[in-house]
């Protein structure tokens, strides 16, 4: 089955750019979606289909795909930023199951 | 404004069953398909079962193909998730959320608040 692996935690400064890596066998071939969560709540869609941001998320975030790796980066942090992100995506190889990555933690210092 | 309202999420007997709700709203509930997505606790998301729209296509991940069922009724705007022979594995919150659908590429927006499961004896 398809596995994406993320870093456990990033840490970055207020102000600074957060990048949070999603690898996966060719995932430069497939499209990824990105999820953020804070504590307590349900995921919030932030970035569908590689690079195009969801409904009300701010500039900041944007979303690049290629190769082995995918990249959510975050700009400009804020505290409210400070959340767990998750990268999905479809495995049409096996039947349309959807995979997710174990999530990042992000911090902001 | 779509809304997705889960319950049934309860504290069940190893072995046992217990049957999840999401009502929706917002939308017309019968041109998307659903999907449901777990979390146990301290632990990431993990996708559990798709159904379309017509409830003609259901898809499950391997760790519960053949004890859990998803189902809906879109005359009731709702989809369920049947869970059987519960294992303290599927302890987990789990989450309704609609699905969304791309060229070979499916993703949830967006999803319920979450109801409780909890397998202990």
């Given at each position: 089955s398809y596995v994406l692996t993320q870093p456990p935690s990033v840490s970055v400064a207020p102000g600074k750019t957060a990048k949070i890596t999603c690898g996966g066998?060719?995932?430069?071939?497939k499209s990824v979606h990105w999820y953020q969560q804070k504590p307590g709540q349900a995921p919030v869609l932030v970035?569908?289909?590689?690079s195009d941001r969801a409904?009300?998320?701010?500039?900041r975030f944007s979303g690049s795909n290629s190769g082995n790796t995918a990249t959510l980066t975050i700009s400009r942090?804020?505290?409210?930023?400070?959340a767990d992100y998750s990268c999905q995506v479809c495995?049409?190889?096996?039947?349309h199951r959807r995979v997710f990555g174990g999530g990042t933690k992000l911090t902001v210092l | 404004e779509v809304q997705l309202l889960e319950s049934g999420g309860d504290l069940v007997q190893p072995g046992g069953s217990l049957r999840l709700s999401c009502v929706a709203s917002?939308?017309?509930?019968?041109?998307y398909g659903m999907s449901w997505v777990r979390q146990a606790p301290g632990k990431g998301l993990e996708w559990v079962s798709t159904i379309s729209g017509s409830g003609g296509s259901t898809y499950y991940a391997d760790s519960v193909k053949g004890r859990f069922t998803i189902f809906r009724d879109n005359s009731k705007n709702t989809v369920y998730l049947q869970m059987n022979?519960?294992?303290?594995?599927?302890?987990a919150v789990y989450y309704c959320a609609k699905d969304r659908v791309a060229k070979d590429t499916n993703w949830f927006?967006?999803?319920?608040q979450g109801t409780l499961v909890t397998v202990s004896s």
């Amino acid at each position: 089955s398809y596995v994406l692996t993320q870093p456990p935690s990033v840490s970055v400064a207020p102000g600074k750019t957060a990048k949070i890596t999603c690898g996966g066998d060719n995932i430069g071939g497939k499209s990824v979606h990105w999820y953020q969560q804070k504590p307590g709540q349900a995921p919030v869609l932030v970035v569908y289909d590689d690079s195009d941001r969801a409904s009300g998320i701010p500039e900041r975030f944007s979303g690049s795909n290629s190769g082995n790796t995918a990249t959510l980066t975050i700009s400009r942090v804020e505290a409210g930023d400070e959340a767990d992100y998750s990268c999905q995506v479809c495995d049409t190889s096996s039947g349309h199951r959807r995979v997710f990555g174990g999530g990042t933690k992000l911090t902001v210092l | 404004e779509v809304q997705l309202l889960e319950s049934g999420g309860d504290l069940v007997q190893p072995g046992g069953s217990l049957r999840l709700s999401c009502v929706a709203s917002g939308f017309t509930f019968s041109t998307y398909g659903m999907s449901w997505v777990r979390q146990a606790p301290g632990k990431g998301l993990e996708w559990v079962s798709t159904i379309s729209g017509s409830g003609g296509s259901t898809y499950y991940a391997d760790s519960v193909k053949g004890r859990f069922t998803i189902f809906r009724d879109n005359s009731k705007n709702t989809v369920y998730l049947q869970m059987n022979t519960l294992r303290a594995e599927d302890t987990a919150v789990y989450y309704c959320a609609k699905d969304r659908v791309a060229k070979d590429t499916n993703w949830f927006d967006p999803w319920g608040q979450g109801t409780l499961v909890t397998v202990s004896s």
